[in-house]
């Protein structure tokens, strides 16, 4: 084994303590999976006054203090549907309702306008916008539908964006020859192998993440990169898997296998089927881009 390999293995903790130790595998947080104890959309005129306080809000924000909070708060009920489209946010309203200073609301309005959730016009107000005007790819908006009712629909629309990026960076990455990005790929593998054999789901998901990752960086293409990035955090915010397979498994395995040796031969055409297959075995995936017909 590697020295890579066994740091990574050795730095894991057993699968069920559900935490890494300390190593390479504390740089791959993961968002944890949606429980029982997660907090629901808040109602802006529910029956419980608590909900309209801030300190309510869901697990996992993103945000820092009053203000983070309360970007949280009003995200999520916007993009729950709890604040439909144009529909006006007073300043002075939202102040009191969640118990905050017109400077917090202020700065907090202003976030959500950058995100495309609200606009904010002379003598109209700030009202907020249709789903059309979204930045849909904003890692906030990506972790509040991910909790909300259109929880399908992103991972649906995820799934099409891995299927359209990877299979690409995997034909440009066979290209490229880095010797020593390739090795850390067979690296990766290596670490699943010995993690599925395991049963360290944990391991082999980390793993499984650099995999991605590297295989993305040695596409050589910066915007493919960036796209990748967003997608891969929003799998794992969204408790979907990281990548094409819904947990570890031989077949898995094996794609990846393939993937490193078609790259270390220059087989641009196996190392984009070896990818489409990959991602084809996962099913949300597979209802989304069914394997092709034999004729």
Not at 30 to 57: C, H, N, T
Not at 83 to 92: H, I, K, S
Not at 156 to 178: D, F, Q, Y
Request: glycine share 10%; with cysteine; proline share 6%.
């Amino acid at each position: 084994m590697s020295t890579l390999a066994h740091t990574m293995m050795t730095a894991a903790r057993p699968a069920e303590s559900g935490l890494a130790g300390p190593g390479e595998l504390d740089r791959y947080p993961y968002a944890e999976s949606p429980g029982a104890d997660r907090v629901g959309p808040p109602s802006w005129d529910g029956p419980d006054a608590e909900l309209g306080r801030v300190g309510r809000r869901a697990a996992g924000s993103r945000g820092r203090g009053l203000h983070g909070q309360l970007v949280q708060q009003l995200g999520q009920m916007i993009v729950s549907g709890d604040l439909g489209a144009d529909r006006p946010l007073v300043p002075e309203e939202i102040g009191q309702r969640f118990e905050v200073s017109r400077t917090v609301v202020r700065e907090s309005l202003r976030v959500l306008e950058a995100k495309g959730l609200v606009s904010a016009r002379p003598n109209v107000g700030t009202r907020v916008r249709p789903v059309s005007d979204w930045n849909l790819l904003d890692p906030d908006i990506i972790e509040w539908r991910a909790f909300g009712p259109q929880r399908d629909d992103q991972r649906r629309e995820l799934s099409e964006l891995r299927w359209t990026i990877e299979p690409l960076a995997a034909r440009l990455a066979a290209g490229h020859g880095r010797e020593d990005v390739q090795q850390r790929l067979a690296d990766m593998v290596e670490i699943m192998s010995h993690a599925l054999a395991q049963g360290d789901g944990i391991t082999f998901s980390r793993a499984d993440s650099e995999f991605h990752s590297l295989l993305i960086q040695l596409a050589g293409n910066r915007m493919l990169e960036h796209l990748s990035g967003i997608v891969s955090s929003a799998l794992q915010v969204s408790g979907g898997p990281v990548t094409g397979c819904d947990r570890p498994t031989e077949v898995a395995l094996t794609h990846h296998a393939r993937i490193v040796d078609t790259l270390a031969t220059g087989d641009s055409h196996g190392a984009e089927s070896a990818m489409r297959q990959l991602l084809t075995i996962h099913p949300e995936v597979e209802r989304v881009v069914p394997a092709p017909r034999e004729h």
